[in-house]
């Protein structure tokens, strides 16, 4: 019928002359804002989950305040705590970056969730991105909480901030890259049992409330070679000594997070 009867189907425009007639238009929201809506998700999902809060902010919190207190270790000439704070902050970082993140990620690739949003008009390396947002977002508030701390207990910092930075974005980068490999290439239980068995080795072994010098010499060597020793050295030197950037830690630093990335790139399965 003709006449003045709209015969237009349902969904079509009324008026072919004025598009986006209907609103809001089906369609991907632009790429940075659905990277920061996945950051802003995973930041409320980690500081929810009770155990990686233990992990990443409680832990390391007693221990700083104990270790700081208490004389349980020697740690060589001045006050604990310009000892125990650089190595407590490295121990965050690896908290955060390598444990929390691998068994995060593990149970998320055993229930499907990582294959559903691979699906999504989230790109893979859009939510790699995000997480890492994430990571370092978790990051400034622990380092605030542990600073806070330090602070407390007389911890005069030296050095140049710019270094510290810089440390901590590449050890963030180094244990981001073996937690994800971690978490893409072994089961969720294995994951969940190994990340937290290598987070108490390195722990007691990586420098940060015990001095590497405390240990046999043969071990020394190879253990200054770990991300968390030459991130709690370089740290140390920094705050500590006010030393310029330790170039030594900062390539072990390097080396680690270009082997894991490229590792976790290479072999991370998404299902």
Not at 29 to 49: D, S
Not at 70 to 95: C, H, K, Q
Not at 126 to 150: D, F, G, H, P, Y
Not at 217 to 239: C, N
Request: hydrophobic residues 55%; proline residues 6%; glycine residues 12%.
């Amino acid at each position: 019928m003709s006449g003045g009867t709209n015969t237009n189907t349902p969904g079509t425009p009324a008026t072919s002359g004025t598009p986006g007639a209907y609103a809001p238009m089906p369609g991907a929201a632009p790429l940075p804002r659905m990277i920061a809506a996945q950051a802003a998700l995973e930041t409320r999902m980690l500081l929810r989950n009770g155990e990686q809060l233990l992990l990443t902010v409680v832990i390391p919190a007693l221990l700083l305040a104990l270790f700081g207190t208490v004389d349980i270790v020697d740690t060589g000439e001045g006050e604990a705590v310009d000892f125990l704070a650089p190595g407590v902050i490295a121990l965050a970082v690896m908290s955060t970056a390598f444990t929390g993140q691998a068994i995060a990620t593990g149970f998320e690739r055993r229930y499907g969730v990582l294959k559903r949003l691979a699906a999504s008009p989230l790109p893979r390396w859009a939510l790699m991105t995000a997480k890492t947002l994430s990571v370092l977002v978790t990051e400034v508030l622990q380092i605030v909480l542990l600073t806070a701390i330090a602070f407390a207990l007389g911890w005069s910092p030296r050095g140049n901030p710019v270094w510290v930075v810089l440390l901590v974005v590449l050890g963030t980068a180094a244990f981001s890259g073996l937690g994800l490999l971690m978490a893409g290439t072994l089961k969720a239980e294995a994951t969940l049992a190994a990340a937290n068995l290598v987070f108490l080795l390195l722990l007691v072994g990586g420098g940060v409330v015990v001095p590497l010098d405390k240990f046999p010499e043969a071990a020394q060597s190879v253990l200054a070679l770990l991300p968390i020793s030459a991130l709690s050295d370089g740290l140390r030197d920094v705050l500590r000594d006010g030393a310029g950037m330790p170039w030594g830690d900062l390539g072990i630093l390097a080396a680690w997070a270009v082997l894991g990335l490229g590792a976790a790139a290479r072999f991370f399965r998404w299902e």
